[in-house]
């Protein structure tokens, strides 16, 4: 049987257990009772957050109002930002980076994010079109700027390029200020939600889901950096940038997840105040995650002159997501559907979505609400739109591993 994969005492998990808790939102009730110590910080930050979402608010209603407008539009859906692969300096300083240009920028929320999964090739933002395709016109908004699904820093990166490539001003000032809107999202404690302004339930999550943390990490490093296509944003701006990244990684580190007195890897999403991991949709447990723990591993092997707390995270967590390989498999396609079969032949190498946060073994929920020990158990009970099993971890323990500790460990480390 493959490796990882063999039965264990709990087959089937519900989502009543204190592991798979949802967490709270952040609230004024919350941060009341935290101590004394950050109160402040964190009374600081709603009153922040309330206060942009209420500036967004009314941005709209006067656009709806001065087109006379009966309600806000609702905006094309379901596209991404699409920028070719291999594109140089000569394509962002072409006319189609530039038409690009033009509708991501229309799209900017008066705070300063995206939203995500707006049609950009659809053109320009009409004014009284919400910023987001995410909810209906007169509905409470969703994902109106948020990190989901590499929204708001893929734009700033986008914009700072074109800008490098043209000097075009308008760009330059919308970089800025989505650099200055991350800014403002980061959590007391170092982290990011998903959303922001917050908008409640698991969206309020610090939230590695996604890349979404990473995301805004690589990118303030960036600027904190000077190098192309920052280099002409300010010292202040970089500064600030270059801290925010500091508390960033002080959170990373803390919400490294310690099984039987040894740190492991990292989950999908943890609670904002007390950085306990938290379950988000019915099939999104709170759980360790390979693909999560591989890229947080990639970003923080990137940092120059790790210090010595940074070492053991990166040590810890590389020999954790080597041993959390599944074995034994190979990947088939049946009816349109993909499966994965016992083959001791098999060189594949797998890691999961989710391993348990009490026995480290794989698991797998499906939509119904229940979290199976197997993807076959799992398959037969469920629709299945979602990857649980993955490859990408397979370059960090392997290349990215190996150069790191190259350059970073002293022999009598190993």
């Known amino acids: 049987m493959p490796r990882f994969l063999r039965p264990f005492a709990v087959t089937v998990l519900c989502w009543a257990s204190s592991a798979s808790a949802w967490a709270a939102p952040v609230t004024a009730d919350r941060v009341a009772a935290a101590s004394e110590a950050d109160r402040a910080a964190w009374m600081d930050y709603l009153e922040r957050s309330a206060k942009l979402a209420r500036q967004d608010r009314e941005a709209l209603a006067a656009e709806v109002a001065a ?57 320009p933002r009409r004014p009284g079109t919400q910023w987001t395709s995410q909810s209906e016109p007169g509905k409470p908004v969703h994902y109106l700027a948020t990190f989901d699904n590499h929204a708001t820093t893929r734009e700033i990166g986008f914009l700072a390029r074109v800008a490098l490539a043209t000097g075009r001003e308008d760009c330059r000032a919308a970089v800025r200020r989505g650099v200055r809107f991350i800014l403002q999202a980061q959590y007391p404690n170092g982290g990011w939600p998903q ?159 989710f391993y348990d946060l009490r026995t480290g073994r794989p698991i797998f929920p499906g939509r119904d609400g229940v979290v199976y020990d197997t993807f076959e158990a799992m398959a037969g009970r469920n629709r299945v739109s979602y990857v649980y099993l993955s490859d990408l971890p397979r370059s960090i323990v392997t290349n990215g591993a190996s150069t790191w500790r190259k350059k970073w460990l002293r022999p009598t480390s190993r």
């Open 195 to 353: 959303v922001y302004p917050l908008e409640g339930k698991y969206h309020d999550d610090v939230t590695f889901n996604d890349d979404a943390m990473i995301d805004v990490l690589e990118l303030l490093r960036g600027v904190a950096s000077g190098a192309e296509p920052y280099a002409d944003i300010d010292e202040p701006l970089r500064r600030e940038a270059a801290a925010a990244t500091r508390r960033g990684i002080t959170c990373v580190l803390a919400t490294q997840v310690e099984m039987r007195g040894r740190r492991t890897g990292w989950c999908a999403q943890y609670d904002a105040l007390t950085l306990e991991p938290t379950r988000a949709r019915a099939f999104e447990p709170a759980a360790l995650g390979g693909p999560e723990t591989s890229h947080v591993l990639r970003c923080l092997m990137r940092l120059p002159d790790p210090d010595e707390e940074l070492v053991a995270a990166i040590v810890t967590g590389l020999e954790w997501l080597e041993a959390a390989r599944v074995e034994g498999l190979r990947k088939t396609r049946v009816d349109g559907r993909t499966g994965y079969v016992e083959d001791a032949t098999s060189n594949e190498v797998y890691w999961a979505r």
């Open 67 to 123: 087109a006379g407008l009966p309600a806000a539009l609702l905006p094309p859906s379901g596209g991404v930002l699409d920028i070719p692969r291999a594109a140089e300096a000569t394509w962002f300083a072409g006319p189609a980076a530039a038409s690009l240009a033009d509708a991501v920028l229309s799209y900017q929320t008066p705070s300063g994010g995206w939203s995500k999964h707006n049609d950009y090739a659809a053109g």
